[in-house]
């Protein structure tokens, strides 16, 4: 089962989309959003499949989908709570700046909150006052909604609360970021709104690629219109969404629609540090970290962060090339 | 104008409460949640305030108001960013750990991004698995609700978004803090959730006690049944409301509904760092700020952290001795 939220008032209107993302059908009989969905999900859900199953089977012929219609598939969430699963990702940014990473950190996940009231829409503009000095940056990242979790729920029972998965551009500032970790407090100012994918999905929808928490596929990020990296989120993801969900509930219970992510996919490649596409790898899922990699080689970043005008996509395809999740298509907008 | 959401689904119901809080009306025909008075603010706070007015009037004479009926007045919310605003707090935790304060925490706004998903209710339990090593504490704060905010708005502006004030505990779990500051993300566990008072109210509620975006009232928290702070939220407040939000608001957009927390009320008195009450002072609004003290003149902290039974309760009064928001009260449970 594939949905969607069209941009239409704050926490959009409910599709249900085809499989092929061509057709949609309006779930408003069944829930308004997606959060009135996922907060009555065991009613709801088989509702919602039957309607999917349908549309699949050109038993209800739908309207044309336009991914270009959709907000994300939250418009705004009650928690997003983005995971660093990846710990290559980790290990170069140390690296970059000499710092070792504590060995803890391939056993205990990293995670920050993020704020989640006003994320953006998949093809939205990134809004920014300015370029310059804040390192304004992609990251692309899998992503996991849940139902209600309950506090101190093991790593494999979480796997059980996993109700929706998407793909996610999870905007950094990277100028901001020393700054704002040298406080202690975390990621604020250097995280500003985050865009999702067009659709999220179910994880039947996934097929043999989703397992145990890992999803098992490339996900390939374009740079001003050329192939930036296309690491496979089942590789190298040390903690998977069960770990990361019983790390976020160790304390509190979380609520229906809370998102988790897995952090910047990042594959070692060989045991690391991966590789650029210009050098036959598979390249990577944010520009801090191929400039990491310039910087280990000749000292110094070649890449610059975003300016006015560039433009990032993220999307993933199954193994027939059909997009799963639709696109995410962003460019980096100057505040008006 | 004052406001309560009853315990009744997973956003509560949203009610008008008397000035006295003694009485009640509902508010479903006008808005059915506190979220939904907020999306809708411009149009709905009238009605509101008009709703009110009769209330107070004996116009209309409603029905009892319960406390303890009361869920925390937005039981989850898109958005919860907490300041640490009373810089006497943070030079105290530093202080009893040598270490130094960087100047710029005057000028700049420490902030973390709470967990929003899942507020406790006023009067529920703080139930923990475990109270030994966590260090289970309570923290005593003003917080504010806000409007929608634009980016880059500035800190005189900001104070024109502020709709509904509160106050919250914050509760903290101090033996998780240490390593989760050490990983550098911020907090995550070692903030589990927080509850806010039974009544929210309009800044016109609180006459001039309310003053360019600073509350000027002490308040009051008992810890199991003395007082053991009673701080003026009005005094060494560095940084108001208007700064904080604008802090918040550098880089993203806040939605409708956003919270935002002052951080520990603490006061510094005749150059700091206050004094417990049993020595003639106004005490603390949290058990860490009184280790402090005694980790600072004797070497070792005293007064444990919250155990099993431990009970607190948070409250403001006006000038006139009546409770302005209700009470916050809580007694730490282990999970079943």
Not at 40 to 68: H, R, T, Y
Not at 231 to 250: E, R, S, V
Request: net charge negative.
């Amino acid at each position: 089962m594939k949905l969607a939220s069209l941009n239409n008032g704050r926490d959009g209107a409910l599709v249900v989309v085809s499989d092929d993302l061509n057709r949609m059908l309006s779930a408003a009989d069944i829930a308004h959003t997606l959060q009135e969905a996922l907060d009555n999900w065991d009613e709801v859900c088989p509702q919602l499949e039957k309607l999917a199953e349908n549309l699949n089977a050109n038993e209800e012929a739908g309207e044309p989908f336009d991914q270009a219609s959709c907000a994300s598939p939250l418009p705004r969430s009650y928690q997003w709570a983005d995971g660093s699963a990846y710990v290559n990702h980790v290990e170069l940014v140390r690296k970059a700046r000499n710092a070792e990473m504590p060995s803890s950190f391939w056993t205990d996940p990293l995670m920050y909150q993020g704020g989640s009231d006003s994320f953006l829409a998949p093809r939205d503009p990134i809004v920014m006052p300015q370029d310059d000095g804040w390192g304004i940056d992609f990251e692309a990242e899998v992503a996991v909604i849940t139902g209600d979790v309950p506090m101190g729920v093991s790593a494999e029972e979480a796997l059980s609360y996993i109700k929706l998965i998407m793909i996610v551009n999870d905007v950094s500032l990277r100028g901001l970021i020393p700054g704002e970790l040298a406080k202690g407090f975390g990621f604020f100012q250097s995280k500003p709104s985050s865009a999702f994918s067009p659709v999220c999905v179910s994880p039947d929808c996934l097929g043999d690629a989703w397992k145990e928490g890992v999803l098992h596929l490339p996900l390939v990020s374009t740079y001003n219109g050329a192939v930036f990296g296309r690491p496979n989120a089942g590789i190298d993801m040390t903690f998977n969404f069960g770990q990361l969900i019983a790390h976020a509930a160790k304390s509190r219970p979380l609520c229906s629609g809370t998102i988790i992510g897995s952090g910047t996919v990042s594959n070692k490649l060989n045991d690391g540090p991966g590789k650029p596409i210009s050098e036959g790898g598979v390249g990577y899922s944010c520009i801090a970290e191929i400039r990491m990699i310039e910087t280990i080689e000749t000292g110094t970043p070649k890449t610059s962060f975003m300016k006015f005008g560039d433009q990032v996509s993220i999307e993933m395809f199954d193994q027939d090339g059909q997009s799963i999740f639709g696109k995410i298509d962003q460019k980096v907008v100057q505040q008006s």
